[in-house]
């Protein structure tokens, strides 16, 4: 197969060119040499890398996680179990902001059983409670 320049890969991979070149600047895709053209020519393979760094990033990895993953893919004496861990960590994170995410939603819900709907805004128990979290953050506990 032929090189891609950076318009064609950024329109196989779905992914505009600014995000090409922003991942360039990240270290998760190496910088093609520049042609005397002008034009940068990336290998084929270049698209199934940002097709696994977009995937990876919509399972919640940061790009911080997806280069530690892309680096064990050079590490001959890595294995499954190093991936492993990653993973594992990533679920963790995502359940700590389920958790949360959790709390979040009892105190709302709480405010919103709290609030008839109808009383004027300078009565309103929501508020009023975000003003008062404000106000003890001022004025210490």
Do not use: W
Request: aromatic share 4%; net charge positive; proline share 8%.
């Amino acid at each position: 197969m032929r090189p891609l320049h950076t318009g064609e890969l950024a329109r196989l991979a779905g992914v505009n060119v600014e995000t090409l070149r922003f991942y360039e600047r990240e270290g998760l895709l190496a910088k093609p040499p520049q042609r005397p053209s002008g034009y940068r020519e990336y290998p084929p393979d270049a698209v199934d890398l940002v097709f696994f760094i977009q995937r990876a990033k919509q399972l919640g990895f940061s790009l911080k996680d997806v280069k530690e993953l892309l680096d064990l893919r050079e590490v001959p004496r890595a294995t499954c179990g190093d991936v492993v861990v990653i993973a594992e960590r990533k679920v963790a994170d995502i359940d700590a902001k389920i958790s949360d995410l959790r709390a979040m939603r009892a105190a709302l819900t709480k405010l919103l059983k709290e609030c008839p709907g109808t009383a004027p805004i300078a009565q309103c128990p929501i508020i009023e409670s975000l003003a008062g979290l404000a106000k003890r953050r001022r004025n210490g506990p």
